[in-house]
Structure formats: C-alpha cells, structure tokens
C-alpha cells in the first residue's frame, strides 16, 4: 500500500502553496502548523534546497471521531500535506489517511480514514482543475 495522494503542477510554488490551503480550508480542515524545511535546512545545518513546506492539516470533527475511537490516534495527526518544488515543478502530497487504519489495526477508523481521504483528494482534485483551468496542465 502506498502511504500518499499526489498531484504534480506546473503552477509556481508560492501560487500552489496558498491554492492549496484555500483547497483544504473549503474541505474543512485547518492548518494547524507549518514547517518551511527549507528555511530550517539552511538555518540550522546551512544546507540548501528547493521550496518545501509541510502543512499540518486538520478537520477538527474527523480527528474528533477517531479519537473517540483511539486515543492514540493522535501520533498521526494532524494529516501532513506537503508542497516541495523538483526539477521546475511543484508537487502537492498528503499522507493517505488509510494508513491510520493499517497502522494502528483498527477496523473501527475505516470510515473516518474514507473520509479524510475523499476530503484530501477533493481538496487536491481541485488545484488539478484550477491548474488546467489556468493553462497549467498537471504532470
């Protein structure tokens, strides 16, 4: 099993970036954290790298239902989503919330997991669409 969802954009970083807090703001989640790896890489370790950002993504009512389920669920959340730049173009990547059910053995989470994973994919189906829309078309 694969642990991700993916597109690939030709759209610029930045613009990919903020379409896709707005793509999971109109899903229901909320950015909850925010790492700019390569900031950090360059500060702390003075390596460089491409544009990459992790964003900790949260739907307060999934997290919610599958706490109630597991408590322990709460070591893979929130649902990181990922915006890094290769080779001129930008990808956009979530962990696929299906991995709580394979992780933690808990049948329980299926439907909390399905629609995590159908509200992920809506929100990365939509910057698809706004990127053809604008000429850009996915990889």
Request: net charge negative; glycine share 10%.
């Amino acid at each position: 099993m694969g642990y991700g969802i993916s597109i690939h954009m030709q759209a610029p970083f930045a613009e990919a970036a903020a379409r896709l807090r707005g793509a999971l703001k109109a899903q229901g989640f909320g950015v909850l954290t925010e790492i700019d790896m390569r900031a950090t890489l360059r500060d702390k370790l003075g390596e460089d790298m491409e544009d990459y950002l992790i964003l900790g993504a949260c739907n307060p009512s999934l997290a919610h239902r599958a706490l109630g389920i597991d408590s322990s669920i709460g070591l893979l959340l929130p649902c990181n989503v990922v915006v890094r730049s290769e080779a001129g173009q930008t990808i956009v990547e979530a962990l696929d919330p299906q991995a709580m059910v394979t992780i933690t053995g808990q049948p329980a989470l299926q439907p909390v997991a399905d629609e995590a994973a159908g509200r992920l994919r809506a929100a990365l189906d939509s910057l698809r669409r706004a990127a053809e829309h604008a000429g850009r078309q996915p990889a």
